[in-house]
């Protein structure tokens, strides 16, 4: 199918009841390119606010869900409409709407819904929910059935719960990505309390790893990007890195054995963990933020309990925590650093992701979608 062909979404022809239609792009398949879609969204309730999509970040893990790449444990659902980095403007606000009103500017990450009543839920951490959140996408819609579409669409209807406040004195299209990437790196720095006097090691400057070097420079931590890429040196330094490491030099990770108090490992590919957890001081955290398609190989258990070293993860944040750094990034002036593209670039753009051949996220700029701009 070639992308200017529009294709209706799960019966949605003509849309039901107390339904609209969005325009949109779609995955009919694991191996089929994103083209133009027409995707149903819901009448706005009383606790609803529906946004007018300006600019929707675009991560790796939508790449890893329109391929299927992820099918052992969050198989995909087709067709799949991906985008979970929104910023856009509110255009109506349901009659019990406290927090928004039309105008105001809203920002919806990686989700839109959760049980609310589970301990995780009642302590803010929705990410965790116990009864499982509502994802932007590829999520059992309990609103129309199916499944959830995400942000690479023309309009998006959410509780205001998981509605997000963003300042105006922000760039929109910059800080997109902070509803991902921002915040898949600004959690765990936190929790993990890195901050003055806190060695912090950043492994990866992509598009997760260059806002975990802007975070912990403004915590205030010494920090250390280690890259494979030599050529990212001057970059790291830019961003906020007092210290570059390249990977492909072992005796570089040698000298700085037990010295780091955390480290944050961005990297979304199979790797060995061995050469971070060996550069942990004791009780040291090595935690894991890349999602990758294949296992790590399994770490040597010895260099963990010789110095009661932990292993962890962490998965964006709660409703609260995130509006805390968007907060944080208004008021420091942090942002993603980006390229922006039309949708129509949209299939260009994956292939230039595989190959790391961005600085450092896309994000699409979806008025190209709903002034019908010319195909690429």
């Not at 890893?64 to 087709?78: F, I, L, N």
């Amino acid at each position: 199918m070639n992308e200017t062909t529009q294709t209706k979404v799960k019966g949605a022809a003509a849309p039901a009841a107390g339904t609209s239609e969005a325009r949109a792009y779609a995955a009919q398949s694991a191996t089929s390119r994103l083209a133009p879609a027409t995707i149903r969204r819901r009448a706005p309730g009383t606790r609803d606010v529906q946004l007018d999509i300006m600019f929707c970040g675009v991560c790796h893990s939508d790449l890893h869900q329109v391929r299927d790449e992820w099918k052992k444990t969050m198989p995909t659902d087709y067709p799949c409409t991906p985008g979970h980095e929104i910023v856009g403007r509110v255009v109506k606000a349901g009659s019990a709407v406290r927090t928004f009103k039309e105008g105001d500017l809203a920002a919806v990450g990686c989700m839109v819904d959760s049980c609310r009543t589970c301990s995780a839920c009642r302590d803010g951490q929705e990410q965790f929910c116990e009864n499982s959140a509502t994802f932007t996408y590829n999520s059992p819609d309990k609103h129309l059935g199916g499944v959830t579409y995400g942000g690479y669409s023309d309009s998006l209807v959410v509780d205001e719960h998981f509605a997000l406040r963003v300042s105006d004195r922000m760039d929109l299209a910059g800080a997109a990505p902070l509803l991902c990437a921002g915040i898949t790196t600004y959690s765990p720095l936190r929790h993990w309390g890195a901050g003055p006097g806190r060695k912090v090691g950043v492994v990866g400057l992509g598009g997760l790893g260059h806002m975990a070097v802007k975070f912990a420079h403004a915590f205030g931590a010494e920090v250390a990007l280690f890259t494979s890429s030599p050529g990212k040196t001057a970059d790291a330094r830019r961003l906020g890195a007092d210290e570059v490491v390249v990977t492909r030099d072992p005796d570089a990770l040698k000298k700085l054995g037990n010295s780091f108090d955390f480290i944050l490992d961005t990297v979304a590919a199979p790797h060995d963990l061995n050469a971070y957890l060996q550069l942990l001081k004791r009780d040291g955290t090595l935690c894991l933020v890349g999602a990758p398609d294949r296992p790590h190989p399994s770490p040597a258990v010895f260099q963990l309990i010789l110095r009661r070293r932990q292993l962890a993860g962490s998965l964006i944040g709660g409703i609260k925590e995130t509006q805390e750094m968007l907060d944080f990034c208004a008021q420091h002036d942090i942002a993603s650093d980006i390229e922006t593209i039309p949708m129509q670039k949209i299939n260009e753009a994956y292939e230039r992701l595989l190959k790391s051949d961005v600085k450092y996220r896309f994000v699409i700029d979806l008025a190209s979608l709903k002034d019908g701009a010319a195909q690429a």
